[in-house]
């Protein structure tokens, strides 16, 4: 399967990256709500391990949304 990330006949798109080192339900719920109310649509979340842990040691939620075009 070949993704390509950049068609030059699609619409431009604005991404924000929201680092968070508290990687519990309540603080990434509570950034996907803030994010969300403010127009963004969540893209995913990557994770870093810490090694020896199966806890990650921090999140990264990917947002993203349209940009207008003047």
């Known amino acids: ?3 390509t990330c ?4 699609a ?3 604005e991404y924000r990256v929201v ?6 339900e ?7 709500n803030e994010m969300t109310r403010e127009g963004w649509l969540f ?3 990557h994770f870093a391990m810490r ?6 040691s921090m999140a990264f939620a990917i947002f993203r949304r349209g940009v207008e075009q003047s």
């Open 26 to 32: 309540d603080e990434l719920t509570r950034v996907l």
């Open 51 to 56: 090694e020896g842990s199966h806890r990650p």
């Open 1 to 3: 399967m070949n993704r």
């Open 11 to 13: 619409a431009p798109v």
């Open 19 to 24: 680092e968070s080192s508290v990687v519990t």
């Open 6 to 9: 950049f068609a030059p006949e």
């Open 43 to 45: 893209d995913g979340f």
